[in-house]
């Protein structure tokens, strides 16, 4: 099956900084989204982005399909970004293999 | 739009005993739910696919005796836990996908503690 690779596995940012997660994926895909998960659990849809640049306030992704690989820019932090980030990828209309996901701790 | 509720959210049995969960898409209707575990700090697990109308396709491993999956109607799936045990526990996320878009919705997911 296809593999997701999320990189880094951990980031500490302080408050204002701006970072770049990294999602990796072993095969073509029609379909990859982005996730934060809350405190709660619950899974909160940041970008539906199987290919090009969409941007959402201070997030912004850009997915390159032909290399495989997806961006997440989060500028000028803010402690409510805190959670964990799932990339996920799959086939138009299948299922999604989700990556290992990045916690990221935003400092006051 | 594109809302996703689960009932309960948290849910503690006796080993043993069976745990129904429903998982609704509140303004659109999903041909396809799927249903996932995640294990503490771990990430999100698929166990099977749901299709309205037709049986549940599961993941290699997954006890299709043990998590029975029904999906009844355009907008509903359940996944009952049958003969819960310890290490059944778990939280249990159900998603919904858009027909239009394919983008799957996430509902808030339930918290399973058997004892």
């Known amino acids: 099956g296809i593999q997701v690779e999320q990189s880094p596995p951990d980031l500490i940012l302080q408050e204002g900084a701006n970072s770049t997660l990294r999602c990796n994926f072993s095969?073509?895909?029609?379909?990859l989204q982005w996730f934060h998960q809350n405190p709660w659990g619950q899974l909160i849809n940041l970008f539906y982005i199987p290919s090009g640049t969409k941007q959402n306030g201070r997030l912004s992704a850009t997915t390159v399909a032909t290399e495989r690989y997806s961006l997440l820019y989060i500028s000028s932090s803010q402690t409510t970004d805190s959670g964990v980030y799932f990339c996920?990828?799959?086939?138009?209309?299948?299922?999604?293999?989700f990556g290992g996901g990045t916690r990221v701790l935003v400092k006051p | 739009g594109a809302v996703v509720s689960q009932h309960p959210s948290r849910v503690i049995c006796k080993s043993g005993t069976s745990v129904k969960i429903e998982c609704r898409s509140l303004?659109?209707?999903?041909?396809?739910m799927f249903w996932y575990r995640q294990f503490p700090k771990q990430s999100l697990m698929l166990m099977a696919t749901?299709?309205?109308?037709?049986?549940?396709?599961?993941e290699q491993g997954v006890e299709k005796d043990k998590f029975l999956i029904n999906h009844a109607s355009l907008t509903l799936s359940t996944l009952t836990v049958t003969s819960a045990h310890p290490e059944d526990s778990s939280f249990y996320i159900c998603?919904?996908?858009?027909?239009?878009?394919?983008?799957?919705?996430f509902g808030p997911g339930t918290r399973l503690t058997v004892t």
């Open positions: 996920a990828v799959g086939a138009a209309g299948n299922k999604l293999t």
């Open positions: 095969d073509s895909v029609n379909n």
């Open positions: 998603s919904a996908q858009s027909e239009r878009t394919y983008e799957q919705y």
């Open positions: 303004d659109f209707q999903a041909t396809t």
């Open positions: 749901s299709n309205e109308g037709s049986k549940a396709t599961y």
